[in-house]
């Protein structure tokens, strides 16, 4: 998937993950955003799947996993 389209759909789960959030902390979902997506790309190329580690395959759902890791921080 392109880095574009990627942006594009972790910006707008963050967006709405982040409704209850602080204003100061929506101005740096777009950042939030790029890191998380290069984050997930390092790791990607970092860790290949071997066939003795098949196990390193790296998706959108483990970049969901970051996502959703944020979220699970309190508010309030």
Same mark, same amino acid.
């Given at each position: 998937?392109?880095?574009?389209?990627?942006? &594009?759909?972790? +910006?707008?789960?963050?967006?709405?993950?982040?409704?209850? $959030? *602080?204003?100061? %902390?929506?101005?740096?979902?777009?950042?939030?955003?790029?890191?998380?997506?290069?984050?997930?790309?390092? &790791?990607?190329? +970092?860790?290949?799947?071997?066939?003795?580690?098949?196990? $390193? *395959?790296?998706? %959108?759902?483990?970049?969901?996993?970051?996502?959703?890791?944020?979220?699970?921080?309190?508010?309030?």
């Amino acid at each position: 998937m392109e880095d574009a389209n990627l942006s &594009i759909i972790v +910006t707008k789960i963050l967006e709405w993950g982040l409704t209850e $959030y *602080v204003d100061k %902390l929506k101005l740096f979902i777009p950042n939030l955003a790029k890191t998380t997506i290069a984050v997930h790309k390092k &790791i990607s190329k +970092t860790f290949l799947p071997l066939p003795a580690k098949s196990h $390193y *395959v790296f998706n %959108l759902r483990d970049l969901m996993k970051v996502v959703a890791g944020i979220f699970s921080v309190p508010h309030s």
